[in-house]
C-alpha cells in the first residue's frame, strides 16, 4: 500500500508536533507494510528527494505565505504526479492551500483528513475560506480527530459526525535518541537540579506569557525549550519582570530536548487557545514519566493530562491559577512522581505509535474498500445540512 502526505512543512526543514505525528506516522505504519511518500514545501535551495527513516520526503520551493498559509505553484503539478502514483492521499489540516491544490490537482483517490486543529486566529478571512473550507472536508472520504473532546468541542467537525473518527496521536520513544550521560551533566549543571519545562514552538497560543506572569515573584525555575515568532516579545517580558528564575534556551536537537524531559521535574505546558487542539510535546512529557500542568481549553490536553491523576489542570490565561499549580507540585514531592507514574503508564495504555500505526492502516485499507465498492462515489457519509456554510 503506498500512502502520500501533503503538509506544508516537514523534516528537515521544520520540526513541529504536526511534523512529529507524520514522521511517527509514517515510520510506524512503515513497519506495517505502507510505503509513504511525504509532499511538503520548503524554502530551502537543494530539494532533491530526501530518504528519511525508511520515507521519501518530496519538496516543492514555497512561493510565499499569506497569514502563515504557505502557497506553492510547483507543488500543484507535484501533488496531481505523486497522487496518481499513491493508493491513499493522506492530508494534514489546517492548511487552506492544501484545500485549494486538492481540486486544482484532480485528486481522484481515496483520500483521508487528519485534522490537527480548528482555525482559530484569522476571523476575517476565515469568511472568505468557509465555502472552499467545507467543499473540500465533504469531498476527502474520512475526517480523523486526535481526541474524543476535540471531536465533541468543534462546531466544524460536529458538520461531519458520520465520517469522522477519532485515532489519538501516539509516539515510539524508540525514535528518540538516548541522551549521553555526559550531556546530562552538562545541562544539569545549566540549569540545576529541579525545574519545571515547557517545550515547543513560541507561538501566540502557548500561553507562555501567561508562564512568565505565574512565576514572577517565585523562585520555581522555568526552562524554555523552542524558538518562533513569539520570542523576542517573551524574552522582552522576562526582563521586564526581572526574571532571573527562567532560562531561554532556544531550539535544541533531540538528543538534548531529550535530556531536558529525562531532567526535568515537571512539564508546564500553559497553551491557553485551541489552536492547541492536542499538544505532542505534552505526550512526550507523559512519555517520560513527568507529571504535567496543562489548562482546560477543550482540546486533547485534557486527554493527555487527567486532572488529579496525571497532573494538574488549570483554567486558560489565569497566571494565578497557574502558579498555584505549580506550587503544589514544587511543594509536593511524592505527589508529583506518583502523578508521573501514572502518566507514564496512561501513555502505554493510549498513545503509542504502534497502536496509532495500526488503526490508520486499517482506515487506509477502509477508504481503498469503500472506494472500490462504489465507484464514483467520492464523499460517503456526510452528514445533512454540510454543504451549507455556518458562520463558526
Known amino acids: 500500500m503506498r500512502v502520500l502526505h501533503f503538509y506544508k512543512t516537514y523534516y528537515p526543514d521544520t520540526v513541529g508536533g504536526i511534523e512529529q505525528v507524520i514522521r511517527q506516522l509514517c515510520v510506524g505504519t512503515g513497519r506495517l507494510g505502507v510505503a509513504n511518500t511525504v509532499l511538503s514545501l520548503s524554502r530551502a535551495k537543494n530539494l532533491e528527494p530526501i530518504a528519511f527513516e525508511g520515507h521519501t520526503v518530496h519538496r516543492v520551493p514555497l512561493?510565499?505565505?499569506?497569514?502563515?498559509?504557505?502557497?506553492?505553484?510547483?507543488?500543484?503539478?507535484?501533488?496531481?504526479?505523486?497522487?496518481?502514483?499513491?493508493?491513499?492521499?493522506?492530508?494534514?489540516?489546517?492548511?487552506?492551500?492544501?484545500?485549494?491544490?486538492?481540486?486544482?490537482?484532480?485528486?481522484?483517490?481515496?483520500?483521508?483528513?487528519?485534522?490537527?486543529?480548528?482555525?482559530?486566529?484569522?476571523?476575517?478571512?476565515?469568511?472568505?475560506?468557509?465555502?472552499?473550507?467545507?467543499?473540500?472536508?465533504?469531498?476527502?472520504?474520512?475526517?480523523?480527530?486526535?481526541?474524543?473532546?476535540?471531536?465533541?468541542?468543534?462546531?466544524?467537525?460536529?458538520?461531519?459526525?458520520?465520517?469522522?473518527?477519532?485515532?489519538t496521536y501516539g509516539l515510539d520513544q524508540d525514535t528518540y535518541p538516548q541522551p549521553d550521560p555526559a550531556l546530562l551533566a552538562q545541562w544539569r549543571a545549566r540549569v540545576g537540579p529541579k525545574f519545571f519545562l515547557f517545550v515547543g514552538v513560541l507561538r501566540y497560543y502557548k500561553g507562555l506569557h501567561v508562564l512568565l506572569e505565574a512565576v514572577a515573584g517565585t523562585d520555581y525555575p522555568v526552562v524554555i525549550v523552542g524558538a518562533g515568532p513569539e520570542e523576542e516579545r517573551l524574552k522582552a517580558q522576562a526582563r521586564s519582570l526581572g526574571l532571573n528564575n527562567v532560562i531561554?534556551?532556544?531550539?535544541?536537537?533531540?538528543?538534548?530536548?531529550?535530556?531536558?524531559?529525562?531532567?526535568?521535574?515537571?512539564?508546564?505546558?500553559?497553551?491557553?487557545?485551541?489552536?492547541?487542539?492536542?499538544?505532542?510535546?505534552?505526550?512526550?512529557?507523559?512519555?517520560?514519566?513527568?507529571?504535567?500542568?496543562?489548562c482546560d481549553i477543550g482540546s486533547g490536553t485534557t486527554y493527555i493530562n487527567i486532572d488529579g491523576e496525571t497532573g494538574l489542570v488549570t483554567p486558560p490565561?489565569?497566571?494565578?491559577?497557574?502558579?498555584?499549580?505549580?506550587?503544589?507540585?514544587?511543594?509536593?514531592?511524592?505527589?508529583a512522581r506518583q502523578m508521573g507514574v501514572r502518566a507514564g503508564q496512561r501513555f502505554q495504555d493510549v498513545f503509542t505509535a504502534e497502536q496509532m500505526a495500526r488503526d490508520y492502516t486499517a482506515l487506509y485499507r477502509e477508504v481503498m474498500a469503500r472506494r472500490a465498492a462504489t465507484p464514483g462515489v467520492v464523499t460517503p457519509g456526510v452528514a445533512p445540512g454540510a454543504g451549507q456554510a455556518s458562520p463558526e
Open 63 to 167: 512561493d510565499f505565505e499569506v497569514a502563515s498559509n504557505a502557497c506553492s505553484v510547483a507543488s500543484l503539478g507535484a501533488l496531481a504526479r505523486l497522487a496518481r502514483e499513491a493508493d491513499v492521499v493522506h492530508y494534514h489540516f489546517p492548511w487552506p492551500f492544501m484545500d485549494l491544490a486538492h481540486f486544482v490537482a484532480r485528486v481522484k483517490k481515496p483520500t483521508v483528513l487528519s485534522y490537527h486543529s480548528d482555525i482559530v486566529r484569522q476571523k476575517h478571512l476565515l469568511r472568505l475560506y468557509q465555502p472552499l473550507k467545507h467543499r473540500f472536508l465533504r469531498s476527502v472520504d474520512a475526517i480523523v480527530a486526535a481526541s474524543p473532546d476535540y471531536l465533541e468541542s468543534s462546531a466544524v467537525l460536529a458538520r461531519y459526525r458520520a465520517k469522522t473518527r477519532v485515532i
Open 248 to 294: 531561554f534556551v532556544g531550539a535544541v536537537g533531540d538528543e538534548d530536548k531529550v535530556a531536558l524531559l529525562t531532567l526535568c521535574y515537571a512539564l508546564a505546558f500553559p497553551s491557553h487557545l485551541r489552536s492547541e487542539a492536542f499538544g505532542v510535546s505534552l505526550l512526550e512529557g507523559a512519555m517520560y514519566g513527568k507529571p504535567m500542568i496543562s
Open 317 to 335: 490565561a489565569d497566571a494565578q491559577a497557574l502558579r498555584a499549580a505549580m506550587r503544589t507540585l514544587w511543594d509536593n514531592p511524592d505527589m
